[in-house]
């Protein structure tokens, strides 16, 4: 279960830049340090502040336990910034200012300036200095372990780093005063991408050990650390990945998985004596529960912070059940033959054995498409979102070509965006507030949205192979494979801002042929504009539809390749769209 706290409302912005302004306007009302700062790190209460604290530095936080009783002046009242002056605002990436003045830089965003009393810097310092006693030690036991490694040792780390933050949604992690970013002109990570400037990682991909400074070092072995016990490093979008912190998440992690009754496993236990030895127990931990529990994510939108919480299997087995009933009706009430598809029980065998009822035309898929379209509007209407889709591939049966290797990755990678599909059906409810539009707005939502889901699976399409036969030059992700739903998305990402997609869920699903497993090719997602998040009960229907999304699309290739044929989907694009939605274009 989720132990993510529930937001209070907030005022609605539409650009990140819009969502700065608003903070640093609120800020101007505000002498004390401690409310300006509390409205920094939580964005205005958009942002758990258990998270937020994380995104400070050890002396930032030091600084935070004494700002009850600092008062902060606007830097236009100072006639003369003198170097005891501290400041406080927010780098335009999110990133909170909280230290000694500085001139400001390009991304520097000044919301007020303070001086400390000789007993506040006191203070400050005697808490920096007992805070940091456990992060000396642990960069101690990372020195230790840095001068043990080999050549070809340090090598692997490197390797493993560049693997996780490489053909992944970008990240932005702080060490200390670094930030370490794949955000466009901010990357200082990846030198073969065309952003950026002094990456840690050249274009060849190697590192200069010799040019490693201290944050340098912590970040590659923390994250290595991260990989070891099974994360993706996204966890700390938007926070400090200091080793304490590191050591706080792994401990908080251990907890949780425990909690769920995990904490007996097969063979020798493991001594949680150091940062290494708790990553073992949390992969054995992370391994040990696939059969019982779904992994789920929840992200936010306005850092990508990334969370990770399980499910049980069993109740969204229940859900699948549950929700198949619906898509039973549904079929049947398309059929004259409801006394025949009424003995199925599960989604697959009910698809299958419809696909040989209609008898598919060697031409066209209409039925398939017809249907397809209801599944989705009855799961979205289910859920109560504004907007559902369900994207996919035109020609499904070329997933056996590429099983049997007669397309290659090249091939693949060659495919232009057409190749795929997206089935996005609005809300009754958003059909009638559109209703009669003169601007044909439901259709340049609808359209841009299906236009950009098929850019996704075009971009997903190659990580289906080995990396090393994708050619060099070509952009992709690797497919998902965890659900997740997410907050506040409507901010950074163009295709979320021009939808307004508040809040979302993805459920992403697998297609098999013969025992190769392709993940992420269907899946389902939901975006509601306005009113609550979606909740963990929501997000475990939404899984359930996903589940006869997959069937569906799985039941057609079964069918496909069996009668050695192919048809291509010729719905969901442009012109589609714009008959299917006629009535709302006047």
């Known amino acids: 279960m989720s132990i993510t706290n529930v937001q209070p409302k907030v005022p609605v912005v539409k650009k990140f830049t819009e969502l700065i302004m608003e903070i640093k306007q609120d800020s101007q009302n505000v002498t004390n340090l401690r409310k300006v700062i509390d409205g920094i790190i939580t964005f205005n209460k958009r942002f758990p502040h258990d998270l937020g604290w994380l995104s400070l530095s050890i002396f930032q936080q030091s600084i935070y336990q004494e700002a009850e009783h600092i008062v902060i002046e606007p830097k236009d009242s100072i006639t003369e910034l003198t170097e005891d002056y501290y400041a406080v605002g927010m780098k335009t990436y999110g990133r909170i200012i909280l230290g000694k003045y500085v001139e ?104 200069d050990e010799t040019k490693l400074g201290e944050s340098e070092k912590v970040f590659l072995y923390a994250m290595n650390l991260l990989h070891e016990a099974g994360f993706r490093s996204e966890e700390f979008n938007g926070l400090q990945l200091n080793l304490t912190n590191l050591g706080r998440y792994f401990d908080e992690r251990l907890g949780y998985y425990q909690s769920f009754g995990m904490d007996k496993l097969q063979g020798e236990g493991v001594e949680l004596d150091g940062l290494f030895n708790k990553a073992l127990r949390l992969k054995q931990l992370k391994q040990s529960m696939q059969n019982n529990f779904q992994t789920y994510r929840e992200i936010n939108g306005l850092n990508f912070n990334k ?20 898509i039973k009706t549904l079929l049947i009430s398309r059929t004259d033959n409801k006394e025949y598809f009424n003995q199925f029980n599960n989604s697959y065998d009910l698809f299958y054995a419809w696909l040989q009822d209609i008898e598919i035309e060697s031409t066209e898929l209409f039925d398939y498409e017809e249907l397809l379209n209801e599944i989705v509007a009855l799961a979205t209407e289910y859920v109560n979102a504004d907007i559902g889709m369900s994207r996919g591939i035109r020609d499904i049966s070329k997933i056996k070509d590429i099983t049997e290797e007669r397309i290659s990755a090249v091939e693949v990678s060659e495919w232009p965006v057409t190749e795929f599909y997206c089935c996005v059906v609005p809300s009754k409810k958003m059909k009638d507030m559109f209703k009669g539009h003169p601007k044909n707005l439901l259709f340049t939502i609808v359209n841009a949205i299906a236009q950009r889901m098929d850019y996704n699976s075009w971009h997903y399409m190659p990580g289906h192979f080995p990396h090393d036969s994708i050619p060099l030059k070509r952009d992709y992700y690797l497919p998902p494979r965890m659900p997740d739903t997410a907050e506040w998305s409507n901010l950074h990402h163009a295709g979320h801002v021009l939808a307004n997609v508040l809040y979302s869920i993805r459920s992403p699903k697998e297609i098999v042929c013969k025992d190769r497993v392709f993940y992420g090719l269907c899946d389902l997602r939901f975006m509601r504009q306005s009113g609550e998040p979606f909740r963990e009960e929501t997000l475990a229907a939404a899984i359930g539809f996903t589940g006869h999304i997959r069937a569906l699309n799985q039941a057609l290739l079964d069918y496909l390749i069996n009668k050695k044929t192919s048809i291509r989907i010729q719905a969901f694009n442009k012109q589609w769209y714009q008959e299917r939605y006629k009535e709302q274009i006047n």
């Open 104 to 207: 400001k830089e390009e991304t520097d965003d000044i919301f007020g300036v303070f001086k400390l009393t000789t007993a506040e810097e006191h203070i400050i310092n005697e808490v920096y200095q007992s805070s940091c006693i456990e992060e000396t030690r642990l960069r101690e036991e990372m020195n230790n372990y840095w001068e043990l490694l080999s050549q070809a040792e340090q090598h692997m780390l490197f390797s493993n780093v560049k693997k996780m933050i490489t053909h992944i949604d970008p990240i932005t992690i702080y060490v200390d005063q670094q930030t370490f970013s794949l955000f466009g002109k901010y990357n200082n990570l990846l030198g073969d991408r065309n952003s950026g400037s002094e990456h840690l990682f050249s274009s060849d991909g190697s590192v």
């Open 307 to 326: 969370r990770e919480f399980l499910y049980s299997k069993a109740e969204l087995n229940n859900d699948e059940l549950k929700t198949f009933q619906l």
